[in-house]
């Protein structure tokens, strides 16, 4: 006589979500990384059949050969080609047993230059780099100046036009709260609602740059890049700040501005709820000027 | 009858110093640059033999095609092979008359990504790029961090060491004010006297980064990265600040530390009298973090 299926029973999925109270098959353990890198050399974050220089087919390939076994990850957010981050978080579950310090200083001997590991954490069965974010935080830099710098061309998007940051703010203003974004969206965009709460968008000038700064419980296919073209078109003057809740109302992609580049698009941050005890991670070298003689002391 | 020399006869040697009253020959102009070069890619700045990819060839290179004759030019410093500058200043001598943006749009189409004019004056013939400067000043930026960054490594140079401002501070204050810098130099260094008058030595920190400013009078061969190889072993706490003072007063290379690398040097400024009238220039985008969740509103 066949046995009744246990109320609980679940089909484990590697790297997939666990039912709360469930663990992981025997032996098997799941662990957190925290991922910088740098996107100007790199056909974006998702493997493909037709680019090697990917940032998970790196960190999967290095992570293999630590664990001796092939191992497979999940990201918090898929970023496009060119674009950075400095706080990408992943997961993966495997059966090898490493101390932390393998998972960092051992897997970024097999890592390019471009790709470094910052921190590692065992983290509970019910931890999930993409499904347990409550948000993410994104950085936006534009190099502001009648000429392009020598510097991090790739590192930052340039514009040799002067932006007037009061208006940006103004038209920032609109989109900020729970809306449709559908206006702000990829035509090739595959989430399920178009609807976002985004909870802070501030915009600041450091020297010749203008830092966006955005954080969202998550985000659409190229909605910042897409936020950014149309405030720096108001930026420029070229439209009032009040265009920006007109293109979010239009519920229509055709009604916006072009893509911002990748360039000087950065993952900063992800969020998860703190019983999942992942580490903070202080940005790191981004890009802004400090001003001459006058150094903060 | 030979006619007599008049007292202020002058040979007119192209881009040579003139001297007071004294005019260019006929039809020529002296014109001074602004360059911005990220030295990661770069030979150095000046011309050789063996390396094409060199700042001075590269200008030199553009400048004669905007001329449509054959410009040689003069720098304020010789910056090695990794070094960046964000306003390297030079001046050559042309026949050529062209509007400012020539000198500036024009030779950027000419240039590749790494070097960048952003400035073209014309200025008077007394002043020489090397010899009318007053002041030098330089940026070191130390990335102090467990993991190396994936953003620029060619910019910055990395430790993983914690380093202590504080003692690197009062390290400082031996080398600040007009010293016999013999410890401090290259033995390659061609400069006849090893005096030099350090009028300022700033150490900050800003996030992750440690940036020293340092202003002098003028630099000996290597001076920058030797003082910064002995603070940084102060920082590191091998040695305690008072070594900074008996390096200096051995007047003895072999008595010093390392010699920094040179991927986090950057030259930021040179001071000109006030009468030649060169602009200002923004150092542009350096490589500082920004908090996040902070931004200077």
């Known amino acids: 006589m066949q046995r009744e299926k246990p109320h609980n029973h679940w089909h484990y999925k590697p790297n997939g979500e666990i039912p709360p109270g469930e663990r992981l098959p025997e032996g098997l353990r799941r662990i957190a990384l925290g991922v910088e890198y740098c996107g100007a050399r790199l056909h974006g974050f998702q493997k493909q059949k037709s680019a090697d220089a990917t940032v998970q087919a790196y960190l999967e390939k290095a992570l293999s050969t630590i664990a001796a076994e092939p191992v497979t990850l999940v990201c918090a957010g898929r970023t496009d080609a060119g674009v950075h981050a400095t706080n990408q978080v992943i997961h993966f579950d495997t059966g090898a047993v490493r101390p932390t310090r393998a998972w960092v200083e051992g897997v970024n001997t097999?890592?390019?230059?471009?790709?470094?590991?910052?921190w590692a954490r065992e983290v509970s069965p019910q931890f999930h780099a993409r499904f347990s974010a409550r948000a993410r935080s994104y950085r936006y830099l534009i190099h502001s100046a009648p000429t392009r710098s020598a510097q991090a061309a790739a590192e930052v998007t340039w514009t040799q036009h002067p932006l007037d940051l009061?208006?940006?703010?103004?038209?920032a203003r609109y989109l900020v709260g729970r809306h449709d974004f559908t206006s702000?969206?990829?035509s090739q965009c595959q989430a399920k609602s178009p609807v976002r709460d985004i909870t802070r968008l501030d915009i600041a000038r450091v020297g010749q740059l203008i830092v966006l700064e955005i954080s969202a419980n998550a985000?659409?296919?190229h909605m910042v890049r897409n936020i950014t073209g149309v405030l720096m078109a108001v930026g420029r003057g070229e439209r009032a700040p009040q265009w920006v809740g007109e293109v979010l109302a239009a519920r229509d992609r055709t009604a916006g501005g072009v893509t911002a580049p990748p360039f000087g698009l950065y993952l900063v941050?992800?969020?998860y709820p703190a019983e999942f005890g992942l580490p903070a991670h202080e940005p790191g070298p981004l890009l802004v000027p400090l001003p001459l003689g006058g150094l903060p002391v």
Chains 1, 2 share one sequence.
């Open 166 to 171: 009061e208006a940006m703010r103004a038209g």
């Open 269 to 271: 941050n992800v969020q």
């Open 184 to 186: 702000f969206r990829a």
């Open 219 to 221: 985000f659409l296919h």
């Open 110 to 118: 097999k890592l390019p230059d471009a790709v470094r590991v910052h």
